[in-house]
């Protein structure tokens, strides 16, 4: 993750230039279709009380607004649990040499062992031993960050075993992606679909995205405040720039300022259009996902997304001025505007639901190979 962070900004917008034309031509030979008819799958997905990320809560089942209010802050792939009914479960940590995933991570850093620390006291009423749980009555366990050691694993052949990463900058990602461990059998890469990354697939990987969700997803949810013609721009841009575009524009146009991911998600369904013109890094997409699922259209430099399959080419913009134009269009024409989502929302359901899905079905229907 530090080499990453060494590349000069330019370079990483010119590579993603690339990345972005290479994603868009090999998407062309795809059909977006609609929802997969897929067997039901018994799915559990489970991380360890060290993991600060998502969900601090017991296994459930949980309403949708549970799970978002007890997220430490992203939204992560609640449509496994709200779509798809799976089991959320926290696990006790393991010292098998496999799971020391935040050992290698926090290495050095002693403020980032304390938080972790924390975390780990503050999850550990909600947390249950991995061997106490029994795993076989699962089609697919999803462990994030190997929360669970090889030796559960192997105890459970008949169940499919996938491993999952925070970030695709992280050594552990990494290393998992060359070798899986023992005893599981799938990778799920944080990827949305065709993209250069195929270049090097192993044959364990699966496109899956850390925001695993549908259209349906975020239905029904109660959120405030009420729905205005504010103009809701991704979180890597200045508050100036915002001000300047309001300005042209004649709507209002901020940040979702938020304290959690209730009021954060509440902001993002406020505004009937997303906008991210111009971030200062490369993006993996998370929020446009978001976005897209509370059924807004997100109008983006899909060149600066890792991620960009659900974003619609032609609300492609260059930067603030570019952008301008094509978010005055959907927020006059309406009939533009239904259009561009109904075809947002189907890319959305294709590459973000029923793809991964169907990816996954396929391999627990498959003879069971593990590593």
Not at 214 to 226: D, E, K, L, N, V
Not at 344 to 357: G, I, M, S
């Amino acid at each position: 993750m530090a080499l990453v962070s060494r590349v000069p900004i330019g370079l990483k917008f010119a590579a993603l230039r690339g990345w972005t034309w290479y994603s868009d031509l090999a998407c062309r030979r795809e059909i977006a279709g609609g929802a997969a008819q897929m067997p039901p799958l018994r799915i559990a997905f489970v991380k360890s009380t060290l993991c600060r990320e998502l969900y601090l809560c017991s296994r459930g089942p949980h309403t949708l607004e549970d799970l978002v209010r007890s997220s430490t802050w992203r939204s992560g792939p609640l449509g496994l649990f709200v779509d798809l009914g799976a089991d959320f479960y926290i696990v006790h940590p393991s010292d098998a040499p496999e799971c020391a995933v935040y050992e290698a991570r926090d290495a050095g850093n002693e403020e980032a062992r304390r938080l972790r620390a924390e975390c780990a006291e503050r999850q550990a009423p909600f947390a249950c031993a991995a061997s106490e749980v029994d795993w076989s009555r699962y089609d697919l366990v999803i462990v994030y960050d190997n929360a669970i050691p090889s030796a559960i694993a192997l105890r459970h052949p008949s169940t499919i075993w996938a491993t999952m990463h925070e970030d695709h900058r992280l050594a552990s990602y990494a290393a998992n992606r060359a070798e899986l461990p023992a005893g599981y059998s799938l990778f799920l890469n944080l990827r949305l679909g065709p993209s250069p990354h195929d270049w090097r697939r192993k044959p364990w990987e699966v496109d899956f995205s850390y925001g695993f969700k549908s259209s349906r997803t975020f239905g029904g949810a109660s959120w405030s405040p009420a729905a205005t013609s504010a103009v809701c721009v991704e979180d890597h841009h200045s508050n100036d720039d915002c001000r300047s575009a309001a300005h042209a524009l004649g709507v209002s146009v901020k940040k979702a300022e938020a304290d959690n991911l209730w009021e954060y998600l509440s902001a993002l369904n406020a505004s009937p259009v997303f906008w991210v013109p111009a971030p200062d890094r490369p993006l993996g997409g998370l929020a446009a996902l978001d976005a897209a699922a509370l059924g807004k259209v997100v109008v983006a430099n899909r060149s600066r997304i890792w991620n960009s399959q659900t974003i619609l080419p032609e609300l492609h913009c260059n930067g603030w001025a570019d952008g301008q134009k094509i978010v005055e269009r959907l927020l006059s024409d309406k009939t533009y505007y239904a259009d561009c989502l109904a075809r947002q929302t189907r890319l959305l359901d294709w590459y973000n639901f029923a793809r991964p899905l169907r990816d996954l079905a396929a391999a627990c229907a498959a003879p069971k190979e593990r590593n």
